[in-house]
């Protein structure tokens, strides 16, 4: 039976969605529903439905990705999103969890808001913990397009549309959709340098200081005028050069190595090959090449870079990054060195700040780590490593 569609604006596309208990799921009134949703779903069509959007604010949503569907994209097109057929399922009661944090960017559109699309920032990987239709608990670990689809589903069981994600400038009518921008990329370089950090990045604690930079990059730049595109690159490639593989693996050679050079001689070849534009490739390495605290970058797109760098070095995040490297890294070869480059760190860094934006996010950091070293003290009581 095919069921109406909510349209955006009903109540229930807005609100948090119930669990159900398994003898609900297994129940007739819930598998019956199940086979509508599925129905209405091809009928649309569409690649999910989930139960709000029939009115039914139940945490169950169906999902299928057709070859049909894939086979009208062109191969670069399905290439570019990570797009591949998926089966038929049923996911209820799902918690999602990120684990692949690197964004990327491409248009969404929903049955609840037919004739509209935007541009819309997901997870490039993630993984589901939920029962299917039998009630049986399931783990799904989804990459690419498949990931996109969990995540606008998910979205719908908390009450959330993709209009609250997207980039706003984006938001356009299907026809001009059609029209304008179906066969262009979308930021495919940006893809492509995230594809490229996250397959390069080990060992495994190398990859997330990239996703969780451009972050901050975009918090400190709040209300400054700036290159995004060179911000983005720059955050991504700075530090191709302490990643096995591209780093020396003897110690006397790594002592003296210089990663920033590694990564201004290497990054420019790496951004043309990935398509980004030419005439931005220097103000990437300029951005580069003065990322460190200690250096005086000139341009705002590298102070704002080198602002995010000093909070990924405070705070919680920051006394992790530390406790990731001890007895790995020759600078840490105990407990007491990486507390004390902590301390240097708390007393060097914030004085470096460039910029108020960055001055005022730091604050909480500081009291993180303050807090931290304190309670470090007390609890060593003069016996660390």
């Not at 003069?382 to 490593?385: D, R, S, V, Y």
């Given at each position: ?14 609100q ?62 399905a ?142 730049g ?6 995004d ?80 760098d ?51 996010l ?9 807090s ?9 009581q003069?016996?660390?490593?």
């Open positions: 039976m095919l069921l109406t569609i909510c349209q955006a604006g009903e109540i229930v596309l807005r948090p969605s119930r669990p159900l208990a398994p003898e609900e799921i297994l129940s007739d009134p819930i598998q019956e529903l199940i086979t509508s949703m599925f129905e209405t779903m091809r009928g649309a069509p569409g690649v999910g439905l989930a139960a709000p959007q029939i009115g039914m604010p139940l945490q169950l949503a169906v999902i299928e990705d057709r070859q049909d569907y894939i086979d009208k994209l062109t191969p670069e097109h290439s570019e999103r990570l797009r591949t057929a998926v089966a038929p399922h049923v996911i209820i009661n799902p918690r999602l969890t990120i684990e692949n944090p690197a964004k990327v960017q491409f248009f969404e559109g929903c049955l609840s808001l037919p004739g509209f699309t935007a541009i819309v920032p997901r997870a490039l990987g993630v993984r589901v913990d939920c029962l299917n239709e039998r009630a049986e608990p399931v783990t799904i670990q989804a990459h690419g397009w498949y990931a996109r689809i969990l995540q606008h589903e998910i979205d719908h069981l908390h009450g959330t549309l993709y209009i609250d994600r997207m980039l706003t400038r984006s938001f356009m009518g299907r026809e001009n959709y059609e029209r304008y921008w179906k066969d262009l990329p979308v930021f495919n370089f940006r893809l492509a340098i995230q594809n490229y950090i996250a397959r390069e990045a080990k060992p495994v604690e190398k990859f997330g200081h990239q996703p969780r930079l451009y972050a901050l990059t975009q918090q400190v709040a209300g400054h005028d700036y290159d595109d060179v911000v983005f690159a720059a955050a991504w490639l700075h530090d191709i050069g302490v990643f096995t593989g591209h780093r020396p693996e003897d110690l006397d050679a790594l002592a003296r190595w210089d990663n920033v050079a590694y990564a201004v001689e290497h990054a420019p070849a790496l951004l043309e090959d990935m398509g980004f534009p030419r005439d931005k490739i220097a103000a990437v390495i300029e951005a580069i090449r003065t990322h460190q605290p200690t250096a005086h970058p000139a341009t705002i797109e590298g102070i704002i870079l080198r602002d995010a000093i909070l990924e070095q405070l705070g919680a995040i920051g006394v992790l990054r530390t406790a990731s490297k001890i007895g790995r890294d020759t600078r840490f070869p105990t407990f007491t060195a990486a507390l004390e480059s902590l301390k240097n760190g708390l007393a060097t860094l914030p004085p470096l700040i460039r910029l108020d934006t960055t001055r005022t730091a604050q909480p950091k500081i009291k993180v780590m303050e931290f070293l304190a309670a470090v003290e007390e609890e060593s003069g016996a660390l490593c």
